[in-house]
């Protein structure tokens, strides 16, 4: 059996998911150049692996702060009860995070919807979407404009992770 990282706290998710967001930036190019030197299948299957870690994790992440959330489990900065744990969280900071989080998420969208929404179409569940439009992303931006917001929200919310 496998077993993912244990979480015992809504922060715990929060921090297991931006530390998987920065591995999968932080190794896609490598995982790239490997692929293109060797062509071989494994190498392949760990670069497409490497982005598709990285746009599942950039998903969550976005949709936390952009409060993407439809069901009554699923944790957004606005649902506090969700992730805070009790922690008073002012609404001036929160809605901060959520507009950052929202040009972010319309900056990587490329043409009309957001970036959240391709991610879904093209990551989600299998859609004809994906045989039928070709789609790149941009990692390495991506994860350079997300970063900064992620780091601070660390800081202010989990100074000790």
Known sequence: MHERSPKNSAMDVLLYEREMLKHCAETVNDKQARFTQSFSDQDKSEYYLG???FLLHFRNLLGFFINKGSQRTDMTLGK????????VVDQTISKGFTERAQEVNKKHGLGPGDCY??????????????????????????????KPLLDEFVQHFAPNA
Do not use: C, P, V
Not at 80 to 87: E, K, R
Not at 117 to 146: C, G, P, V, Y
């Open 80 to 87: 506090t009860t969700s992730w805070a744990n009790g922690m």
């Open 117 to 146: 929404q391709k991610i879904s179409r093209f990551l989600q569940h299998m859609t004809t979407h994906r045989h039928q439009e070709a789609r790149s992303w941009d990692i390495e931006n991506m994860f350079a404009d997300f």
């Open 51 to 53: 982005i598709e870690g």
